[in-house]
């Protein structure tokens, strides 16, 4: 039976198509499981995507979306049954390997974890890619040592997917998380998530570029990057760590080695692609243990199929707000 997907073709050097489209199950990619997916999302790298010349697309046609939720329907892996609700971040789906931005998805079972318990699929994409790589980064920070009475934890980019889903689980475990933003209307509800104090982007941006300032921050978490991120090294606690997922202010770290030599600060990378399989695991069980889910409907912003196009362009512009999770099967 034909099922609906989005499929980006190349029309030419500088441009391409997207459309939903029908196809069948022997038009999938190669794989030992099948599965019928239920919720994908709308992230920054989905946005790339569907633009020409992304430097992430290798082949055309292609389907999007690096992430999904969805049940079994059939396996060849006997650690999978038909049934099983899984969830799949990473591994350049949705890039390389054809994504969740369709009815059906079939990959390598390696790639997959099942859905904890007390979680749903429309709940494990409300966290997504980003909200997994919020955990990554929160587990990191603690696992150098952070403890809610260390002082204040600053959270940047907060109002996006990453930086939502952070400043829920710090606020939930009891730290104290000064939300930086750029959108001033974004303030009620980072409160609402759990978000202490909020800070302007521009009392960030406009410190003094010295190599070190007064030492402000017990970590962070830093969905920005670039000139944010180097400025913020300089502002960390003695022995502090920030945790940096995502380059959405550029790749380039205009930083200076004295936060390292004298302040004996750590720099963390986040890569939620090719976690090993027991991180993957045990960020899902702390998210469905750790993350209050009657928040998460706060960062939804729901979507279908066909709305994709144009969230992918906004989210490359910095309009969306907390998660896009989009339901596959809705028209």
């Not at 931005?101 to 429309?122: C, H, M, Y």
């Not at 959270?155 to 990453?162: I, L, M, N, Q, R």
Request: aromatic residues 6%; glycine residues 10%.
């Amino acid at each position: 039976m034909p099922f609906n997907t989005i499929v980006v073709e190349q029309v030419s050097d500088t441009e391409v198509s997207v459309a939903v489209t029908e196809l069948t199950e022997d038009q999938l990619p190669e794989g030992n499981v099948t599965v019928a997916v239920e919720y994908s999302t709308v992230n920054y790298k989905d946005g790339l995507c569907l633009q020409p010349n992304n430097g992430l697309v290798r082949n055309y046609p292609h389907v999007p979306g690096i992430d999904f939720a969805g049940t079994v329907e059939s396996s060849d892996d006997s650690r999978y049954s038909v049934g099983d609700q899984v969830v799949l971040t990473g591994w350049r789906v949705g890039e390389s390997h054809w994504g969740g931005f369709s009815q059906k998805a079939r990959v390598n079972a390696d790639w997959l974890v099942p859905l904890p318990e007390g979680i749903t699929t429309r709940q494990a994409m409300a966290v997504g890619t980003a909200g997994f790589a919020a955990m990554l980064a929160v587990m990191a920070l603690e696992d150098h040592g952070l403890k809610p009475d260390h002082g204040e934890v600053l959270v940047t980019g907060a109002a996006g997917g990453v930086g939502s889903v952070a400043t829920t689980i710090l606020g939930k475990r009891g730290y104290e998380v000064a939300a930086v933003t750029g959108r001033p209307e974004t303030a009620d509800y980072l409160k609402s998530l759990g978000a202490t104090r909020i800070v302007p982007r521009s009392e960030i941006d406009t410190v003094t570029k010295r190599p070190l300032e007064r030492e402000t921050w017990a970590g962070c978490v830093d969905a920005v990057g670039g000139e944010m991120l180097a400025r913020v090294l300089g502002q960390l606690k003695y022995g502090a760590s920030v945790s940096a997922v995502g380059l959405a202010g550029g790749a380039k770290l205009p930083a200076s080695v004295i936060p390292f030599l004298l302040r004996g600060v750590n720099l963390l990378g986040i890569d939620s692609v090719m976690q090993p399989y027991e991180n993957r695991l045990r960020a899902w069980q702390r998210i469905a243990s750790d993350l209050p889910m009657e928040k998460l409907e706060a960062m939804i912003q729901p979507a279908t199929l066909s709305d994709v196009p144009s969230l992918g362009s906004e989210i490359l512009q910095g309009k969306v707000k907390g998660r896009v999770v989009v339901d596959v099967n809705a028209t």
